[in-house]
């Protein structure tokens, strides 16, 4: 299966990822994720990525692009990818259908996760990540069994730089503007499945799981 798995900051993209790479055996590409190893390494790219970040701005285009076409054409995407987070615009999105098409490859679903955005707020502040394995956890709504400690592999956690209001704000309002119009671009292929992400974490999944599987039988 080729997904992508979109929504705005905070809806629960990482969360959602790591139960749907679980259920279908395929990667999660996550462009974040890789613009923060970046960073942590200390690169050229990362340092870039991450000045861009901190402040809530999308990183250019040709970059991620570029980083995304790397990526996909690794050995463990051949039978199936999960993106998280990109395309994040509309040039990204038509990026990503020359890359597909260069192999012959295509989209089965885009689902787009739904939450209000005051509640994002108070998702993304309370989030905890962590430093190892960057597993997710939440201070108020998926506390991890000891207070600072990831419950997977004992890693300390720690707060993402971005994950401060006044860059909450912005990331919401960024979305709004470049990446919420991909809602329609993907609505007019067939290929959206709209999610609410405003309830518990399994029922969120379960949604997933039964929306894919509703799509996957149309086209038999
Ligand atoms: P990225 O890392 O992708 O961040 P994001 O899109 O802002 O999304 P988040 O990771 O903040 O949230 P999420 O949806 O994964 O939610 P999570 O599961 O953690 O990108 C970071 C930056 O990199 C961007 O701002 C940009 O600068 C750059 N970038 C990345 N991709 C790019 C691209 N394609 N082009 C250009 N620039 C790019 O959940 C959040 C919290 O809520 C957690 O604490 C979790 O435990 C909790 N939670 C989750 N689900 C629930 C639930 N159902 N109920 C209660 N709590 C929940
Ligand atoms: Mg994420």
Redesign the pocket.
Known sequence: MNLILM??????????AEYIERKYWIPRI????M??AAARFGTELGLQ?KQ??DV????P?DI?NGIMRCRLAERDCAKGFLL??????IA?AEALDSILAEWNKSLDAVIN?EVPDDILIV??C???TCSQCGA???TQ??PPLVENQCDICEGELQQ?S??VEETVVK?LAIYAEQTKPLTDFYAQRGLLININ?????ED?FRDIVRSLEKSTTKEV
């Open positions: 929504g705005p900051p905070g809806v629960g993209k990482g969360t959602q996550s462009t974040g994720e613009f923060r990525a861009l970040m809530g701005q999308l990183v285009d991620t998280d987070g990109f395309p994040r615009t990204q996760i998702r993304n309370g989030r905890r997710n956890f939440h709504f998926n993402r971005d994950d990331k992400g405003n309830q518990k974490l969120v």
